[in-house]
Protein backbone atom coordinates (compact mmCIF):
# COMPACT_ATOMS: atom_id res chain seq x y z
CA UNK A 1 0.00 0.00 0.00
CA UNK A 2 1.68 3.18 -0.84
CA UNK A 3 -1.21 5.31 -0.42
CA UNK A 4 -1.83 7.07 3.03
CA UNK A 5 -0.69 10.36 4.77
CA UNK A 6 1.93 8.04 6.53
CA UNK A 7 3.47 6.53 4.02
CA UNK A 8 3.43 9.80 2.20
CA UNK A 9 5.46 11.62 5.10
CA UNK A 10 7.71 8.62 4.77
CA UNK A 11 8.37 8.57 1.38
CA UNK A 12 9.10 12.97 1.66
CA UNK A 13 11.48 11.63 4.60
CA UNK A 14 13.54 10.10 2.03
CA UNK A 15 13.21 12.94 -1.05
CA UNK A 16 14.44 15.68 1.90
CA UNK A 17 17.80 13.67 1.82
CA UNK A 18 19.36 14.87 -1.56
CA UNK A 19 18.08 18.02 -1.09
CA UNK A 20 19.11 18.31 2.55
CA UNK A 21 22.93 17.41 1.12
CA UNK A 22 22.25 19.71 -1.39
CA UNK A 23 21.16 22.67 0.52
CA UNK A 24 24.69 22.25 2.78
CA UNK A 25 26.69 24.10 -0.46
CA UNK A 26 24.23 27.57 0.24
CA UNK A 27 26.44 30.11 0.73
CA UNK A 28 26.83 31.41 4.22
CA UNK A 29 23.96 31.87 7.10
CA UNK A 30 21.26 30.81 4.78
CA UNK A 31 22.29 27.46 4.38
CA UNK A 32 22.69 26.95 7.89
CA UNK A 33 19.30 27.73 8.13
CA UNK A 34 17.53 25.98 5.29
CA UNK A 35 19.37 22.73 6.08
CA UNK A 36 18.19 22.96 9.96
CA UNK A 37 14.64 23.81 8.30
CA UNK A 38 14.64 20.76 5.82
CA UNK A 39 15.82 18.57 8.27
CA UNK A 40 13.64 19.55 10.91
CA UNK A 41 10.36 19.34 8.79
CA UNK A 42 11.94 15.85 8.00
CA UNK A 43 12.38 14.67 11.72
CA UNK A 44 8.89 16.17 12.49
CA UNK A 45 7.82 13.79 10.27
CA UNK A 46 9.34 10.95 11.39
CA UNK A 47 7.38 11.02 14.84
CA UNK A 48 4.10 12.09 12.55
CA UNK A 49 4.10 9.14 10.03
CA UNK A 50 4.37 6.62 13.15
CA UNK A 51 1.67 8.33 15.18
CA UNK A 52 -0.62 8.92 12.12
CA UNK A 53 -0.64 5.17 11.01
CA UNK A 54 -1.46 3.99 14.49
CA UNK A 55 -3.95 6.32 15.45
CA UNK A 56 -5.74 5.70 11.91
CA UNK A 57 -5.06 2.18 11.42
CA UNK A 58 -3.28 2.94 8.84
CA UNK A 59 -0.17 0.65 9.11
CA UNK A 60 1.27 -1.70 6.57
CA UNK A 61 3.82 -3.82 5.48
CA UNK A 62 5.45 -0.91 3.35
CA UNK A 63 5.61 1.78 5.88
CA UNK A 64 6.76 -0.98 8.27
CA UNK A 65 9.94 -1.49 5.74
CA UNK A 66 10.36 2.05 4.42
CA UNK A 67 10.34 3.83 8.03
CA UNK A 68 13.54 2.66 9.23
CA UNK A 69 15.07 2.90 6.21
CA UNK A 70 14.24 6.94 5.76
CA UNK A 71 15.15 7.28 9.47
CA UNK A 72 18.76 5.68 8.73
CA UNK A 73 18.89 8.00 5.36
CA UNK A 74 18.29 11.30 6.78
CA UNK A 75 20.34 10.93 9.91
CA UNK A 76 23.27 8.96 8.09
CA UNK A 77 23.18 12.31 5.62
CA UNK A 78 22.80 14.41 8.30
CA UNK A 79 25.91 13.45 10.52
CA UNK A 80 27.64 12.58 7.45
CA UNK A 81 27.52 16.05 6.12
CA UNK A 82 28.36 17.58 8.86
CA UNK A 83 31.43 16.00 9.78
CA UNK A 84 32.23 16.74 5.96
CA UNK A 85 31.70 20.59 6.68
CA UNK A 86 33.56 20.15 9.98
CA UNK A 87 30.41 21.53 11.91
CA UNK A 88 30.47 18.27 14.48
CA UNK A 89 32.65 15.97 16.06
CA UNK A 90 33.73 12.67 14.32
CA UNK A 91 33.91 10.59 17.01
CA UNK A 92 30.12 10.19 18.66
CA UNK A 93 29.07 10.57 14.47
CA UNK A 94 30.44 7.38 14.10
CA UNK A 95 29.90 5.64 17.20
CA UNK A 96 26.29 6.90 15.93
CA UNK A 97 26.81 5.17 12.15
CA UNK A 98 28.37 2.26 13.46
CA UNK A 99 25.01 1.46 15.70
CA UNK A 100 22.54 1.92 13.20
CA UNK A 101 24.62 -0.59 10.84
CA UNK A 102 24.91 -3.15 13.89
CA UNK A 103 21.07 -2.92 15.04
CA UNK A 104 20.18 -2.70 11.31
CA UNK A 105 22.02 -6.25 10.77
CA UNK A 106 20.77 -7.51 14.19
CA UNK A 107 17.22 -6.72 13.08
CA UNK A 108 17.66 -8.76 10.26
CA UNK A 109 19.35 -11.90 11.98
CA UNK A 110 16.60 -11.80 14.19
CA UNK A 111 13.80 -11.50 11.30
CA UNK A 112 15.06 -14.93 10.11
CA UNK A 113 14.59 -16.45 13.52
CA UNK A 114 11.37 -14.67 13.61
CA UNK A 115 12.32 -12.49 16.68
CA UNK A 116 11.22 -8.95 16.91
CA UNK A 117 13.10 -6.51 17.95
CA UNK A 118 11.13 -3.41 19.57
CA UNK A 119 12.52 0.01 20.26
CA UNK A 120 12.94 0.57 23.40
CA UNK A 121 12.01 3.76 25.27
CA UNK A 122 15.69 4.69 25.78
CA UNK A 123 16.02 4.35 21.97
CA UNK A 124 12.96 6.96 21.56
CA UNK A 125 15.14 9.47 23.99
CA UNK A 126 18.02 8.60 22.25
CA UNK A 127 16.81 9.69 19.07
CA UNK A 128 14.95 12.94 20.52
CA UNK A 129 18.71 14.00 21.56
CA UNK A 130 20.41 13.29 18.58
CA UNK A 131 17.66 14.68 15.94
CA UNK A 132 17.46 18.02 18.60
CA UNK A 133 21.53 18.16 18.43
CA UNK A 134 22.08 17.54 14.61
CA UNK A 135 19.26 20.09 14.35
CA UNK A 136 21.56 22.69 16.56
CA UNK A 137 24.76 21.52 14.44
CA UNK A 138 23.20 22.45 11.36
CA UNK A 139 21.89 25.94 12.61
CA UNK A 140 25.01 26.57 13.94
CA UNK A 141 26.71 29.97 13.96
CA UNK A 142 24.40 31.62 12.11
CA UNK A 143 21.96 31.20 15.44
CA UNK A 144 21.83 34.10 17.85
CA UNK A 145 25.09 33.56 19.97
CA UNK A 146 22.65 33.65 23.51
CA UNK A 147 21.61 30.27 21.81
CA UNK A 148 24.68 28.66 22.53
CA UNK A 149 23.46 26.55 19.35
CA UNK A 150 26.87 24.91 18.50
CA UNK A 151 27.52 23.96 22.07
CA UNK A 152 24.09 22.30 22.40
CA UNK A 153 24.33 20.37 19.51
CA UNK A 154 28.56 19.69 20.09
CA UNK A 155 26.88 18.02 23.61
CA UNK A 156 23.96 16.76 22.44
CA UNK A 157 25.63 14.46 19.80
CA UNK A 158 28.19 13.18 22.32
CA UNK A 159 24.93 12.55 24.68
CA UNK A 160 23.24 10.68 21.59
CA UNK A 161 26.36 9.02 21.18
CA UNK A 162 26.54 7.39 24.80
CA UNK A 163 22.93 6.91 24.29
CA UNK A 164 23.32 4.97 21.32
CA UNK A 165 26.13 2.74 22.94
CA UNK A 166 23.95 1.83 26.05
CA UNK A 167 20.89 0.88 23.44
CA UNK A 168 23.21 -0.53 21.25
CA UNK A 169 24.66 -2.51 24.03
CA UNK A 170 20.98 -3.84 24.92
CA UNK A 171 19.69 -4.64 21.49
CA UNK A 172 22.95 -6.71 20.90
CA UNK A 173 22.52 -8.57 23.85
CA UNK A 174 19.21 -9.40 22.99
CA UNK A 175 20.74 -10.24 19.43
CA UNK A 176 23.11 -13.02 21.06
CA UNK A 177 20.49 -14.56 23.10
CA UNK A 178 19.22 -15.90 20.07
CA UNK A 179 22.42 -16.67 17.93
CA UNK A 180 22.25 -20.46 19.02
CA UNK A 181 18.81 -20.96 17.85
CA UNK A 182 18.16 -21.68 14.27
CA UNK A 183 15.07 -20.98 12.48
CA UNK A 184 12.50 -23.85 11.29
CA UNK A 185 14.55 -26.20 8.93
CA UNK A 186 17.69 -24.74 9.02
CA UNK A 187 20.95 -26.68 8.96
CA UNK A 188 23.32 -26.16 12.02
CA UNK A 189 26.66 -25.05 10.61
CA UNK A 190 30.02 -24.83 13.12
Same mark, same amino acid.
Given at each position: ????? +???????????? +????????? +????? /????? =??????????????????????????????????? /???????????????????? +????????????? *??????????????????? /??????????? *?? =???????? #????????????? #????????????????? *????????????????
Amino acid at each position: MLTGT +PNLLTIGRVLAV +PALAAAFYL +PGNLG /KWVTC =LIFSIAAITDFLDGYLARSWSMQSSFGRMLDPIAD /KLLVGAAILMLVHFDRAPIL +PALVILCREIIVS *GLREFLAELQVGLPVSKLA /KWKTGVQMTAL *GF =LMVGSAAP #WWTFAEQIGWYGL #WLAAILTVITGLDYLYV *GLRHTNEEPDGAATVR
